[in-house]
């Protein structure tokens, strides 16, 4: 089967075609940092680093770009409720999403660029839409730029909407020197207090859809395969997006791929309603990788409705995978990766980045090499273990990878060695058959977070998970 997507713009499946062959390009909206990520926030980087790997590991040249909005309204409030500049309010904040990328183990984009560093991009991009007649300057010389949704016939095709169904675009104040009340805000004229730039129609700050079409072409070019984000951003945002960049002449994105939200009973999760769940509070709950697999298991454009038990399921299911790699390398020494990945396992990605289907594989590939350990066929269950490991690479959940292995090393040689004189004194006293003794070591283990597993080549030890 061939890659296919579900498009956003022409409601349906499209089998993949590159611009270029060979390479793939994909944009995606990073965060706005005006406040720490949520694990919604986290979903959409989750999902889409999942894509960047099968893009990849199909052989594509993968040119990542997602950006930060480091300058709007909201991050402007939060900087004036605290006293601080706007910048420390983005700085702060931008590296808090990069610490939980990191940590649930998204690959770095190839370049994350900000808003804030492309204001001569996007005075050229606001030029060429003015040279056109798309764009106006305010008559009242305030510094507002604005785009003619009049202008654009194609206005709307996105989000499949009727432009003479809108209401006012809200993102300038009421009464500003708009010609129709649907247009939008290419660029803010300056207010007191806030930070501006200088342009040709006066100073002021950038629009937000302004700074996607600007960031997206320059590393990108004029055309380029994917735009991804949130299904949230379809209206306004990524229609604003395509209709200005269309405008001016760019052909911008080819396919429009879009998650769905993260719901907590029922309602979106977002900082405003107060429902959001921040990523170290979830790591108390789990470990990264299993918060990973919580956040991928869905299909990406599902909603997915939160719940404590809903993430110790997923964390359960991850530690099944674990703990074959596990016992398969105890029983067969290391093991590595194979060639390919299974077809089954290809097909479900390459139907629209089929994650559930493809972690069915997975685990059917666990079963079956839980039963070839179980029958002492050593071979065979390292054969299903490196099989196993091109997977899980693929998804970013192989729990041998330095990713996830890693951890503290210093820290986990010290325990390992603990643990281990635990266990010689317990197999002592059950070798003088003192099996109270036994039991009660067994017993402080367990208490100090330490499960024994008694298995035909020895006691194992793991750590307790949730």
């Known amino acids: 089967m061939s890659l296919r997507f579900y498009d956003t713009s022409a409601r349906q ?89 990191d940590s649930l183990g998204c690959l770095p984009p190839t370049v994350e660029p900000r808003a804030t560093g492309h204001v001569p991009e996007m005075i050229e991009l606001m030029q060429r839409l003015i040279d056109v007649g798309h764009a106006y300057p305010s ?32 993102d300038t104040d009421s009464g500003r020197d708009k010609r129709d009340p649907r247009d939008f805000a290419l660029w803010k004229g300056a207010k007191p207090g806030e930070p501006t730039w200088d342009t040709p129609w006066g100073r002021g700050r950038p629009g937000w859809h302004l700074e996607c079409s600007a ?15 949130g299904l949230d951003l379809v209206f306004p945002h990524h229609e604003n997006e395509q209709a200005q960049s269309r405008a001016a002449g760019d052909g911008f994105a080819r396919y429009w791929l879009h998650n769905g939200m993260l719901a907590v009973g029922g309602e979106k999760m977002s900082k405003s309603v107060g429902n959001s769940l921040r990523i170290p509070q979830m790591l108390e709950k789990v470990r990264a990788v299993e918060l990973r697999y919580y956040l991928g298991q869905a299909h990406y454009r599902s909603t997915i409705d939160y719940s404590d038990a809903a993430l110790q399921e997923a964390a359960s299911a991850y530690q099944r995978i674990e703990g074959f790699l596990t016992r398969a390398v105890e029983v067969s020494g290391p093991v590595g990766h194979a060639l390919d990945v299974p077809a089954e396992f290809a097909e479900a990605l390459n139907d629209d980045l089929g994650v559930s289907q493809a972690l069915a594989v997975v685990h059917g590939y666990v079963r079956e090499g839980n039963t070839a350990l179980a029958s002492g066929s050593k071979e065979r269950a390292a054969e299903l273990a490196t099989e196993l490991r091109t997977m899980l690479d693929v998804l970013g959940l192989d729990p041998l990878s330095p990713q996830w292995a890693s951890g503290d090393q210093g820290l986990s040689e010290v325990v390992d060695a603990l643990v281990a004189v635990a266990l010689e004194q317990r197999q002592a006293a059950r070798g003088r058959k003192d099996y109270a003794a036994a039991d009660a070591i067994r017993d402080q283990l367990i208490e100090a977070g330490v499960v024994v597993e008694d298995t035909p080549q020895g006691p194992r030890w793991d750590l307790r998970r949730g």
């Open 139 to 170: 008559e009242d010389g305030c510094g507002d730029v604005y785009f003619n949704v009049g202008s654009y016939s194609a206005y709307g095709e996105l989000s499949n909407q009727r432009p003479d169904q809108l209401v006012e675009a809200a």
């Open 13 to 101: 499946v499209r089998e993949f075609t590159p611009i270029r062959e060979g390479c793939a390009s994909l944009y995606l909206c990073g965060a706005t940092v005006q406040a720490p990520p949520h694990i919604g926030h986290i979903r959409s980087g989750v999902n889409f680093d999942i894509l960047r790997r099968w893009l990849t590991h199909l052989g594509y040249e993968v040119t990542f770009c997602r950006n930060v909005t480091d300058i709007d309204d909201k991050i402007i409030k939060v900087a004036a409720d605290e006293g601080v500049p706007w910048w420390q309010v983005s700085e702060r904040n931008q590296r808090a999403f990069t610490w939980a990328y």
């Open 215 to 229: 960031m997206a072409t320059k590393y990108l070019g004029p055309s380029f395969d994917i735009h991804g984000g």
